[in-house]
């Protein structure tokens, strides 16, 4: 089983600040890889797939990079709707499976 | 506009058995992998078992293998996880969710509201 290890646990930022959200998979899923937003009360949503690709009607300002065993969720400037909790997930093996999320929480 | 409504969840004893199901519409549904993922209370997402368009393939998380039966019937645009042996760790909200791309690979999207399952005695 793929594990995803998601850094950090936490994250304090102000709005307008640059969120950077790492996941490392402990072996190399190519750019099978997903990236998920989780509001409280809400089910997920889809940012990014492939690595690098922004689903539909996510925002610019979503972005994501790497490939083999390290990615980056970058988020260019944080607007209040985007303190959330933040997923990635591999599709590259069976089991898939999930990191254990990053919050982004307003400092 | 795509939507998936779950359904069948309730409060169930250690070793019972519940049905999900989860309505789809908005889509041609019989062309999308689908999968069931798992959120225990205050924890993180679980993938637990996903499902082929034709439903001739599925696959299973280890926590579920052997108890756990997903099937669809694409004739209703409904897909369902049989969960049998049911134990208290199976608690959590069960969400259904579409792959994003037809062919392997990409993301979810999008995920059901959830349906709770509570496994106690």
């Known amino acids: 089983e793929i594990v995803l290890t998601q850094s950090p646990a936490t994250l304090s930022l102000s709005p307008g600040e640059r969120a950077t959200l790492s996941c490392r998979a402990s072996?190399?899923?190519?750019?099978?890889l997903a990236w998920y937003q989780q509001k409280p009360g809400q089910a997920p949503r889809l940012l990014i797939y492939?690595?690098?690709n922004r689903a539909t009607g996510i925002p610019a300002r979503f972005s994501g990079s790497g490939s083999g065993t390290d990615f980056t969720l970058t988020i260019s400037g944080l607007e209040p709707e985007d303190f959330a909790v933040y997923y990635c997930?591999?599709?590259?093996?069976?089991?898939?499976?999930f990191g254990g999320g990053t919050r982004v929480e307003i400092k | 506009e795509v939507q998936l409504l779950e359904s069948g969840g309730g409060l169930v004893q250690p070793g019972g058995s519940l049905r999900l199901s989860c309505a789809a519409s908005?889509?041609?549904?019989?062309?999308?992998?689908m999968s069931w993922v798992r959120q225990a209370p205050g924890k993180g997402l679980e993938w637990v078992s996903a499902?082929?368009?034709?439903?001739?393939?599925?696959y299973y998380a280890d926590s579920v293998k052997g108890r756990f039966t997903i099937s669809r019937d694409n004739s209703k645009n409904t897909l369902y996880v049989q969960m049998n042996s049911l134990r208290a760790e199976d608690t959590a909200l069960y969400y259904c969710?579409?792959?994003?791309?037809?062919?392997?690979?990409?993301?979810?999207?999008?995920w059901g509201q959830g349906t709770l399952v509570t496994v106690s005695s």
């Open positions: 492939d690595a690098s």
């Open positions: 072996q190399s899923v190519s750019s099978l």
């Open positions: 908005g889509f041609t549904f019989s062309s999308y992998a």
């Open positions: 997930q591999q599709r590259s093996n069976w089991p898939l499976t």
């Open positions: 969710a579409k792959d994003y791309t037809t062919s392997c690979c990409g993301g979810f999207d999008p």
């Open positions: 499902i082929s368009g034709s439903g001739g393939t599925s």
